[in-house]
Structure formats: structure tokens, C-alpha cells
């Protein structure tokens, strides 16, 4: 049997496209394994979204490069990165045997076969891929959690984006199509499901000429086995009031949600080509904690964006202060090629945006210990991840609904005889910038 290594790098959208490869390889009778020493095909899905994240990709095709040298015999790159580069990819890194994009890996198969007999393959297709296709998906993560996405790709066109060029235009799914799938995830044993998009308030508007978004919540919530559902990346502009009561009147839908906002300054927005005002961002914000008063707001901002004076920086913090969002995530500007903010004026020296990072964490960190010291007392459900033992003491760690997977706190319990993937009661006895101290409820 051939045996076969995948790395899968970047958001939990790109994990959902790996997930789908390791479907059709398995299905082709192709074996999935963690030792790259022992894999005769190497695969990496990459990411290409910012500087970072390349440069990741990149360290890591290398890293894979060497393993091939000496253990196997193809090595093929998928995702946004060879979606983006392919041929600077192909000519600099000549140990790559096959490139494919985010529109057509789907042909892995096809490709594995074809390395193997020595058939090179650098082909790459538009980045509008078929989600209508019935596809296997076999999941690489832990077992009780998964990301379910309802939709690809984004018509908003920000201006320092590429992600309608990595990933084309919005195409949602359908709901049946969906619904299906998060049954087969229940059967599966999955307990929390994370609902992903570019931008997820933006659903159905191309199938069903509006947004279908909560259609889809009502259908989902029937699957009585799922006892977390997570909204990820909601664009403020679009939030409805049915969403809102949508979240308020059923218990598994968590209340949490991400707002990624990236800016509050009014210049630097229009520049930016976002949505709705800051004063708009606000009231959305008291309207959701006055309907929900437990629910948890996670945002993503962007510094050091072109024309960012100390005083539209000044303006960002003050909103930060405003807003307190019990959850933020912060980014330096990335100057990306291809796109019209990469060619803007007055763009920000590096040592400036790593300055204003650290402001902004700084005075995030204040925000989130004042929000988690405001649980302390309370009681909370907690989904049980892991279980250490040492010295005969037993530590148990998990999340509440407050908490994505891998992005935000953890909860920590010492003593509680349960198990990972079960959910157990939990009062909140102490409070950090990041994490939670609770005692199981008898």
C-alpha cells in the first residue's frame, strides 16, 4: 500500500480542503501517515495569505524537500500558495514534482498515480472550485470537533486582500448539501462544529438571491447528537436581528461570535474598503451583549495599514477601550502584491507596526483579564479535551463555548474523573489574561 504524508498549514478553511484529500486518497486505497521518514509522497497544503503565513509554507516545502532527497519520491504543493506563485515555485524549488491549486485538488489521485510512474504535473486552474461535488472527507484532527465550511470564496474585495484571487468569488452550498454533512460529522462523533466562510452573514446570497443564514441555523440545530455549534467570521455590516435572536433562543448555538473588524478609524476603513462605520461596529456590539448578555465578541485588527498616523492609531485604541472584546486578535499590515493597497502612499515602516502590536496586546490582555474575572463564580460547560496525570494529581483541560479550538483560553480542572469529548459542569473559581481555574460541580 502506498503510504502517503500530508502537512496541512494555514486557516481551518484550507484544514477542511485537506481533510477532503485524505478522503479521496483513503478511498483510492492510499494510506495516510504521520512519519515522513516512512511516506513515498509527501503532500503540503499551503497557505499564501500574508507574509507570515508563506513564509511558513515555504520553510516547510523545504523542510519536506530534505525528507525526499533521501526517503521519497514525490513531493506535490497544493493550496493558496501554488495558487498564487506556481511558477516561481516550480523554477526555486525544483525537488517539487506537482503543483496543484485551490480549484483543482481535487485531482490528487490523479496526480499521486502519476508522480509515482514519473510524470511531473504543474498545472493550475481558476480558483473556483465545485463545493456542490459529493466529496469523502475523512478528518485529521481531534475526533469530537470540526470545521464544517458553508461557503468559498468572497465578492468584498478589501483592498489589502488576495483572497478572492486564492479562492474566486462566494459560492455557497447548499443547505441539504450541509446538513448532510454534519449528520455524517454527528455519526462520527463529532460533538462542536465550527461554521466557517470568508464571511459567513454573507451565505446563500448566490443561490438563493439572499442571505440564508439562519434557514441554515434551524436546519442544523435539528442534529440533537451536536452540542456546540460556533459562528466564525461574521461581517459586522451584514449581522441581521434574526441572527441575533437566532443565537439568543437556542442554547447549542454558542454564544460567541467573531466580528473580524480590522479597523475602527473612519480614514482608514474607506481606505481599506470595509463596511459600516465604527459607531455602527459599537452598536452592533451593545446590541449583541444587551439581547445576550454571556456572549463572547472576538475581532481581528490590522496596524501599521498605509497612511495609519499616530492619531487614526489613537482612534483604534480608543475603540479597543470601547468595545472591550473579550477576545482580539491583531495583525501588522502585510504589504501584498497584486493587491491596491500594496501600491498606497505612505506605507509604515516595520519597526512602527511591531510597536503599535504590542500597544495594542498590551492593552488587550487588561481587557481580557477584566472580562474573565468577570466569570469567576459562575457556572459553565466544559468540553473536556485532555486529561494529564503525574504524581497521582489529574488535571483536566478543555474549553467553554467561550473558546474556538486552538485561537482562544483554556479552562483547567484539577481532580475531575471524566474523560476527553465529554462535557462536564463547571464553576469558574479563578481568573487569567487567557485561561480560566474552575471545580467540577458534583
Not at 491583531?330 to 504590542?358: C, D, H, L, W
Not at 483560553?409 to 481555574?437: H, T, W
Request: hydrophobic letters at 35%; one cysteine or more.
Amino acid at each position: 500500500m502506498i503510504e502517503i504524508g500530508l502537512v496541512s498549514l494555514g486557516c481551518p478553511k484550507n484544514q477542511v480542503d485537506s481533510e477532503i484529500m485524505t478522503g479521496l486518497i483513503e478511498e483510492a486505497g492510499l494510506k495516510i501517515i504521520d512519519d515522513y521518514n516512512q511516506a513515498e509522497v509527501l503532500i503540503v497544503n499551503t497557505c499564501g495569505f500574508i507574509g507570515d503565513a508563506k513564509e511558513e509554507s515555504i520553510d516547510t516545502i523545504l523542510g519536506l524537500a530534505k525528507y525526499k532527497k533521501d526517503n521519497c519520491q514525490v513531493l506535490i504543493v497544493t493550496g493558496c500558495l501554488s495558487q498564487r506563485y506556481p511558477e516561481e515555485l516550480k523554477e526555486e524549488i525544483p525537488e517539487i514534482d506537482a503543483i496543484l491549486g485551490t480549484g483543482n485538488f481535487d485531482e490528487i489521485v490523479k496526480v499521486i498515480n502519476k508522480g509515482l510512474e514519473g510524470e511531473k504535473r504543474f498545472e493550475i486552474t481558476d480558483p473556483n472550485f465545485d463545493y456542490q461535488k459529493e466529496l469523502p472527507r475523512k478528518k485529521s484532527d481531534i475526533g469530537y470537533t470540526a470545521y464544517v465550511k458553508i461557503a468559498e470564496g468572497c465578492n468584498n474585495r478589501c483592498s489589502y486582500c488576495v483572497i478572492p484571487d486564492l479562492r474566486g468569488e462566494l459560492r455557497s452550498r447548499k443547505i441539504e448539501d450541509i446538513v448532510k454533512e454534519v449528520t455524517e460529522l454527528a455519526k462520527q462523533g463529532v460533538k462542536e462544529v465550527n461554521i466557517v466562510a470568508q464571511d459567513i452573514t454573507k451565505y446563500g446570497r448566490d443561490l438563493y438571491d439572499e442571505s440564508k443564514l439562519v434557514e441554515l441555523l434551524t436546519e442544523l440545530i435539528k442534529i440533537e447528537e451536536i452540542e456546540w455549534f460556533r459562528l466564525l467570521y461574521a461581517y459586522p455590516a451584514d449581522f441581521s436581528d434574526d441572527l441575533i435572536e437566532m443565537i439568543a433562543k437556542h442554547k447549542r448555538i454558542c454564544n460567541y461570535i467573531d466580528l473580524p473588524i480590522q479597523h475602527a478609524d473612519e480614514e482608514i476603513r474607506k481606505k481599506m474598503g470595509r463596511q459600516g462605520s465604527k459607531e455602527d461596529i459599537l452598536a452592533l456590539i451593545e446590541k449583541l451583549r444587551n439581547r445576550i448578555p454571556d456572549m463572547t465578541i472576538r475581532t481581528s485588527l490590522i496596524v501599521g495599514f498605509p497612511g495609519e498616523t499616530l492619531k487614526e492609531f489613537n482612534n483604534l485604541l480608543d475603540f479597543i477601550q470601547r468595545a472591550k472584546f473579550d477576545r482580539l486578535g491583531v495583525f501588522t499590515y502585510s504589504q501584498e502584491e497584486g493587491t491596491p493597497a500594496a501600491n498606497m502612499p505612505e506605507q509604515i515602516p516595520g519597526e512602527i507596526k511591531e510597536e503599535r502590536y504590542e500597544e495594542v496586546m498590551n492593552l488587550q490582555k487588561t481587557i481580557s483579564l477584566e472580562r474573565n474575572q468577570e466569570w469567576i463564580g459562575k457556572e459553565v460547560d466544559m468540553l473536556v479535551e485532555e486529561v494529564e496525570e503525574e504524581a497521582g494529581e489529574r488535571l483536566v483541560i478543555g474549553r467553554t463555548e467561550r473558546d474556538a479550538p486552538e485561537i482562544d483560553g483554556l479552562i483547567y480542572v484539577k481532580g475531575a474523573k471524566v474523560k476527553p469529548a465529554s462535557f462536564i459542569k463547571v464553576r469558574v473559581v479563578d481568573a487569567y489574561e487567557y485561561d480560566l481555574i474552575g471545580e467540577e460541580i458534583e
